[in-house]
């Protein structure tokens, strides 16, 4: 089983976290499947690929800690292929997400 992991700090409101990873999420163009305060779990559209390819993102919002009031973004890719080279499907959309978020974060930090 391929797995990434990768976390973000923010200090943004839960909220506008919420916001800002579903639109990210979307814009991947992947299918929403839970939502709540602590939890956004999204899979992959069916059809480009092998269904042992198809990649599960889940993103985990820490509630804000610390002095500033920063929360962590903890993000999980994974699917059930096996990792035999560097560049495999479940490390694109890793990269494909995580630049995503980033560039989400960078914004909602921006406005």
């Known amino acids: 089983m391929a ?6 700090m923010t200090g943004s409101s839960p909220e506008d976290i919420s916001k800002a990873l ?3 999420l979307e ?5 929403l499947i839970y939502q709540n305060r602590v939890c956004i779990v999204a899979k992959e ?12 993102i889940e993103l985990l919002i820490s509630p804000p800690t610390g002095k500033n009031g920063d929360s962590k973004i903890d993000l999980v890719v994974k699917n059930e292929e096996l990792p035999l080279r560097t560049q495999n499907h479940c ?19 921006a406005s």
Not at 3 to 8: G, K, P
Not at 91 to 109: G, K, L, Y
């Open 27 to 31: 814009a991947c163009d992947l299918n």
């Open 91 to 109: 490390q694109e959309i890793f990269s494909q997400v995580n630049q995503a978020i980033a560039t989400a974060n960078a914004e909602s930090i």
């Open 3 to 8: 797995r990434y992991t990768s976390f973000f």
């Open 45 to 56: 559209k069916p059809g480009g690929v092998s269904l042992s390819q198809l990649a599960t």
């Open 22 to 24: 579903v639109s990210a």
